[in-house]
């Protein structure tokens, strides 16, 4: 069979099908083209799931008719004007989706520039484009009707019309979320109509009160309520966005939303950085929720990836990686022992008649991000933890100075004789009350009803007091009898090699063995008996992915999360009042601590005003 030329209606087909793959990527592509066009108000209209219509209209800046006949043929576009792929500052850039779109459906495009007094139409009439007066206001309204009438195989493919209809409305959630500025409305018989107004935007650099603004809009106030703001400069790199406090999750990572360069993105090293930074906080069944704004100069971010532009790459990959986790990290930390207000929402449900609280995530063993101890796993835990070993102090038997009796020794019964010291309630947690059922300690504040799950909280201070420990300096390690040589392939060696002083500090010593071999004569003293082939393979595969050796401490920070959770007050301890009131005050001195290791709150908050509804006062 002998090569021929396809026939331009059959490329166009063609190239449809990577370029348009349901009614969502053409709403995606023409609304981006909107906004390329300066639009400030973009209203879309769907019928059928967009399978019988989907209207764009906008106020950019129109087109006039030499561009608008352009705008149809492949590969001609406005957005390059100097043929460099590597200063993209446009959403869109490669010049197919009009083309595409004409070549599987019915086209119609009404156009006007704002400095023309009458608009023109292209319509398609037996294949070819027409052109003729029309009036309208300034800006750019495109039709596109009976998607795949051309290509019926592919309308099979497409799934029903309320399905349809959501995946246009996700697409458009983010594109809203990029632009603040601009009003979006989503309308159609399809559905409810949705009206994002456009939010104002400031000057100041460090303002992003225009982007939580229309994340409220979109998220819900529940989320505006529960997120902390994000805004992280590492290198060239910039992080802003909001993500949720661990005791606000979801069942799935549908409500992550991840933008780099205003562009919405679904990313690998993106959402990875993002479970990462979480990684000491919810239960592996639970996700967070979270938008994060990625900026970095044009030049370190490749964006020609795949037809659809959803897909990007970085020149420097574990440093975009780095700077979200840290900047993710960071807004946690400053969020301190603060839990999320469904925590007390959910209990308060619990109370009404036919009420029942929100499910929690259940309870592991063992903390989220451990798995089961295993050979092979990378190291190895003993069955109780060793305290004191390898420079590691065993958690404090008192909550803070001063030193009071071991919180592993019996402690003085809270009789109901006896009263406890009055202290200021003007604490964030109050001062204690009374302890219920041997595990949980009942405070007031200034407003408000505290219960505390003792053995949650102080499982998270100690915890946090080991990653400190773990952050202050060298790892203390523990030398091998006999070196242990793993054969790896050359150019792992040579990156282990490299990473040689960085690996000391976080107490694993290695030095190379001949071309294909790594010797290792010091393991982290914590780890006790790790599987040390196993640990050097997994830290050549991150230096091969992400050039950097964060494995190390994450499987340190593993085993500290099971000595935390074994060395900490256990539920069944009566505890003093002095002693119930240190651990409050250390609450609120520990980042993270309005939740344990595994996911869970370690606290809920009633306020009084909740309490006098209940009863019925208000």
Known sequence: MRIRQLPNDLVNKIAAGEVIERPASIVKELVENSLDAGATRIAITTGAGGKSLIRIEDDGYGMGEEDLRLSVERHATSKLPEDDLDHISTLGFRG?????????????????????????????????????????????????????????ARLKFLKSDRAESNAITDVMKRLAMSKPHVQFILSGSDRQTLNWPAQPVSDAEDDFQGDKNRLGQILGLDFAQNAVPIDYQRGPVRVRGMAALPTYTKANSLSQFYFVNGRPVRDKVLLGALRGAYADFLHRDRFPVAALFVDLPSQDLDVNVHPAKAEVRFRDAGLVRAAVIRGVMNALDAAGFRASKTVSDATLNAFQPGGAPQPQPAAPSQPSHVAPNATGDGFAMPQQPQWGHAGFTPPPPSFGAPRMQDLHQPSARMEKSEEIPPEDDDFPLGSARAQLF??????????????????????????????KELSDGPVPAQRQLIPVVVELPEEDCDRLEEAQEELAQVGLGVERFGPRAIAVHETPAILKHPNVEKLINDVADQLAEWDNI?????????????????????????????????????????????????????????????????????
């Open 438 to 467: 041997e595990n949980y300690i009942v405070a007031q504040g200034p407003d408000s009803l505290i219960v505390v799950d003792q053995h949650a909280a102080h499982e998270r201070l100690v915890y946090e007091r080991f990653k």
């Open 550 to 618: 964060s494995i190390v401490r994450e499987r340190l920070e593993e085993v500290a999360a099971r000595m935390a959770c074994h060395g900490s007050v256990r539920s069944g301890r009566r505890l003093r009042a002095e002693e119930m009131n240190m651990l409050l005050r250390d609450m609120e001195a520990t980042p993270h601590s309005g939740q344990c290791i595994h996911g869970r709150p370690t606290y809920v908050e009633l306020k009084k005003a909740d309490i006098e509804r209940l009863f019925g006062r208000r």
């Open 96 to 152: 197919e989706a009009l083309a595409s779109i004409s070549a599987v459906a019915d086209l119609r495009i009404a156009t006007r520039p704002r400095d023309e007094e009458l608009g023109l139409q292209l319509r398609f009439v037996d294949g070819d484009a027409v052109i003729s007066p029309h009036p309208m206001p300034h800006g750019t309204v495109i039709e596109v009707r009976e998607l795949f009438k051309n290509v019926p």
